[in-house]
């Protein structure tokens, strides 16, 4: 399965987890009866759930969607169930505000995260693709000269058959050169049980 079609499926999955949740912890209020307060209370305290999932999945404009949403349905139910300012509906209000603000703060946070991830990874890429320019031309030098003494030589001399060799280990950086120059993420695997190096092929 591509690469990109796998993300547009892992994306659909949390769009749908989130929505799921929100829908799942709003029929709680609508089906569960107002006598039972603390349920109320705990429905209301569950929805930061998918929020601060939206945040951490889709930054702030995730979190902001999945907020506002909530918001949407949860301040016409307190206005349904206002009873006139007493503890429960200041309660309920400043919950509302709650929502939003922690979906901000925590959206923003993980914006500037993943900004500072994107960084790392576009320097990476950028000292990837250096290197690659840099050894591609003294290794295009040295193969060239490699073939013109190939040429020198008898094919079953110890020389060529040395060359021949030599060449070999050339294509075979030259091909691992190409594959750095294309690197469009870091992935890592363990080197010696204490240290990890990028893995170049999943990179």
Do not use: C
């Not at 969607?65 to 400043?94: E, K, N, Q």
């Amino acid at each position: 399965m591509p690469v990109f079609h796998m993300k547009q499926v892992e994306i659909k999955w949390k769009i749908l987890t989130i929505a799921l949740l929100v829908i799942g912890v709003s029929s709680i209020h609508v089906f569960v009866s107002r006598d039972f307060e603390k349920g109320h209370i705990i429905a209301r305290e569950l929805y930061f759930l998918p929020i601060i999932l939206s945040a951490f999945w889709f930054g702030l404009r995730g979190a902001l969607i999945t907020s506002v949403t909530i918001t949407l349905f949860y301040l016409p139910y307190s206005a349904m169930h206002w009873r006139g300012f007493v503890p429960g509906d200041l309660d309920r209000l400043l919950e509302i505000i709650l929502f939003n603000v922690v979906a901000v703060v925590v959206g923003l946070l993980q914006d500037r995260q993943k900004a500072r991830t994107r960084e790392k990874f576009e320097s990476i890429r950028a000292m990837a693709a250096t290197v690659a320019h840099e050894m591609n031309t003294p290794l295009f030098v040295a193969t060239g000269t490699l073939e013109l003494l190939h040429d020198d030589f008898e094919k079953d001399s110890e020389p060529y058959i040395e060359i021949d060799a030599v060449m070999k280990n050339l294509r075979e950086l030259k091909e691992m050169i190409k594959r750095i120059s294309k690197i469009e993420n870091v992935v890592t695997r363990d080197y010696d049980g204490t240290s990890k190096i990028v893995d170049i092929d999943r990179s």
